[in-house]
C-alpha cells in the first residue's frame, strides 16, 4: 500500500544527499530495502533515510560495509524504532569507534612531529631519529607504534 510519506528514488536520493546509484548499490548489499508499485516504480519508506544515514556517517569513518550491515540487520524494519533499540544495535561498535578515535586522536596531535618513520623530513627529525637510528628497531613509525604518549616525549 502506498504512503505518502514513502519515497520515490530520486526523492530518496535527494534528501539523503546520495546518487540513485548509491541507493542502487546499497540495496543490493541489502543495507536499504524498497518496494514495487503495482507501476513497477521503486517506492522507499521514508524510515530508510536513517539507514541510508547511519551507512554513509559508519563509511565515512571506515566502518566496513558488512559490520554496516550486521547492526542494521538487527533493527527491525515493521514499526517505529526506539532510540534505545538502535542504540543497542550499535554497541558492537562501542569498542572499535573509541580506538579509533584514540587513533585519530593520536594522528591529530602528531601530525607536527616527529614520528621515527625514517623520512628524516622534518627539522625535530635530527634530534629524535638522528640518521634514522630508530630504523634499527624496525619498520614504521617508531616513535608511534606502541606508545601511548609519544608527544609528550617530544
Ligand atoms: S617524521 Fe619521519 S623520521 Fe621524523
Given at each position: 500500500?502506498?504512503?505518502?510519506s514513502?519515497?520515490?528514488?530520486?526523492?530518496?536520493?535527494?534528501r539523503?544527499?546520495?546518487?540513485?546509484?548509491?541507493?542502487?548499490f546499497y540495496?543490493?548489499?541489502?543495507l536499504?530495502?524498497?518496494?514495487?508499485t503495482?507501476a513497477?516504480?521503486?517506492r522507499?519508506?521514508?524510515?530508510?533515510?536513517?539507514?541510508?544515514?547511519?551507512?554513509?556517517i559508519?563509511q565515512s569513518?571506515?566502518?566496513?560495509?558488512?559490520?554496516?550491515?550486521?547492526?542494521?540487520?538487527g533493527?527491525?524494519?515493521?514499526?517505529?524504532?526506539s532510540?534505545?533499540t538502535?542504540?543497542?544495535?550499535?554497541?558492537p561498535?562501542?569498542?572499535?569507534?573509541?580506538?579509533?578515535i584514540a587513533l585519530m586522536?593520536r594522528l591529530?596531535?602528531q601530525m607536527?612531529y616527529?614520528?621515527?618513520?625514517?623520512?628524516l623530513?622534518l627539522e625535530s627529525?635530527p634530534?629524535?631519529n638522528?640518521?634514522?637510528?630508530?630504523?634499527?628497531?624496525?619498520?614504521g613509525?617508531r616513535?608511534?607504534?606502541?606508545k601511548?604518549?609519544?608527544?609528550a616525549e617530544?
Amino acid at each position: 500500500m502506498v504512503k505518502s510519506s514513502d519515497l520515490s528514488v530520486g526523492e530518496m536520493a535527494e534528501r539523503a544527499g546520495v546518487p540513485v546509484s548509491t541507493l542502487h548499490f546499497y540495496e543490493a548489499e541489502g543495507l536499504i530495502e524498497s518496494w514495487r508499485t503495482p507501476a513497477n516504480h521503486r517506492r522507499y519508506d521514508r524510515r530508510e533515510l536513517r539507514r541510508v544515514a547511519i551507512t554513509r556517517i559508519a563509511q565515512s569513518v571506515g566502518v566496513p560495509l558488512a559490520e554496516i550491515k550486521l547492526v542494521l540487520d538487527g533493527i527491525p524494519r515493521t514499526k517505529a524504532v526506539s532510540a534505545k533499540t538502535w542504540a543497542r544495535a550499535a554497541a558492537p561498535w562501542q569498542a572499535m569507534l573509541e580506538e579509533r578515535i584514540a587513533l585519530m586522536t593520536r594522528l591529530k596531535d602528531q601530525m607536527g612531529y616527529c614520528i621515527g618513520c625514517g623520512c628524516l623530513s622534518l627539522e625535530s627529525c635530527p634530534l629524535y631519529n638522528s640518521a634514522d637510528t630508530l630504523g634499527q628497531n624496525g619498520p614504521g613509525a617508531r616513535r608511534w607504534i606502541g606508545k601511548q604518549d609519544e608527544r609528550a616525549e617530544i
